[in-house]
């Protein structure tokens, strides 16, 4: 499956975006579809993860509260939309689909491109 990453951009601290990921091909109800991210001379970090049949969903302690993540099962697209964004929030996005939920990025199967994500203080 290919997966396409969009939405990102420049915004100021406070503001917000919406980040789009579309999969080549129907995603079956026993995926998980998760968002995570790397900034410069880090490690990439797991964000947030949803359950695609179930819709449940899942956060990493830095995205609670401020980030939300959804799906919409016809257009087989998930999104990650972030609000009070913080400079540190600044990172290239990444969008990828596996099997389990996990805190690590290193349980997925299939990885997009990539969106930056840029906050200015």
């Known amino acids: 499956v290919q997966l396409q990453a969009s939405g990102g951009g420049l915004v100021q601290a406070g503001g917000s975006l919406k980040l789009s990921c579309a999969a080549s091909q129907r995603i079956f109800s026993s995926a998980v579809m998760g968002w995570s991210r790397q900034a410069p001379g880090k490690e990439r970090e797991y964000v947030a993860a949803?359950?695609?049949?179930?819709?449940?969903?899942y956060y990493a302690p830095s995205a609670k509260g401020r980030f939300t993540i959804s799906r919409d099962n016809a257009e087989n697209t998930v999104y990650l939309q972030l609000n009070n964004l913080k400079f540190e929030d600044t990172a290239v996005y990444y969008c990828?689909?596996?099997?389990?939920?996990?805190?690590?990025?290193?349980?997925?199967?299939?990885w997009g491109q990539g969106t930056q994500v840029t906050v200015s203080s």
């Open positions: 990828a689909a596996g099997r389990v939920v996990a805190s690590t990025p290193t349980v997925y199967d299939y």
């Open positions: 949803i359950r695609w049949g179930s819709g449940n969903t």
